[in-house]
């Protein structure tokens, strides 16, 4: 009786449309649950049929490439998005993980990761926000599939500006040799998962992987919660 009495004077909104949320519903509505534009990159795995992974070749031998959602500028993914990275919903990001981590070993792909590894946030920027969004991601995940994650073997060493509105080669001159790898005996001869909230060129991605592979990473996957 609490519970609804509560629910009718503050009740909660659903993190996608700002709906109120029915009754048994958690952060996302049914009616957006069913038209959020889900991919099926883990059905195709690391073969040219996953159009992720397709973006990476030529570039860093990452293994597997994944995402949740494909991001639509305007649309819901982008509301879910801006609500985890500004609007201090840290809980959507490890409830977002935790279900497309049980997509994940669904396909077994559990038995593929030793270590998830979030990119990290620079600490001026992590202290300002409070949080870093892809670690609660990544806790979501490691949930589900129960593999380890650590956030504080890979850091970022330059407060790098924002890639948004970067080109390619600008994206990729900015991240450029400011990832690093403490403690790299703790993913020495290890598969890695790097985990990320977009994907957009994949520079970010790409310079984790090179500084993982350089301190002595087996393999390399990346998993985002969205892709453009």
Known sequence: MF????ALFFPESCFACDGVLARGEKY???KCNVKLPYT????????ELNPLQRRFWGKVPVRFAFSYFTFQNKGSVQRLLHQLKYKGAKE??????????SILQDHHYHEQFDLIVPVPLHKQK????????SAHFALGLAAAMEVPTVSNILVRTINTSTQTRKDRLNRWQNVEQVFEVKKPETIAGKHVLIVDDVLTTGATLEACAVALFNAGASEVSVVTIAAA
Not at 3 to 6: G, K
Not at 40 to 45: R, S
Not at 126 to 133: A, E, I, S, V
């Open 40 to 47: 099926d990159f883990h059905v195709h795995g690391a073969t």
């Open 3 to 6: 519970d609804d009495l509560l």
């Open 28 to 30: 996302i509505c049914t």
């Open 126 to 133: 992590q202290r300002k926000r409070g949080y870093n969004q």
């Open 92 to 101: 959507l990001g490890v409830h977002l993980g935790q279900r497309y981590g």
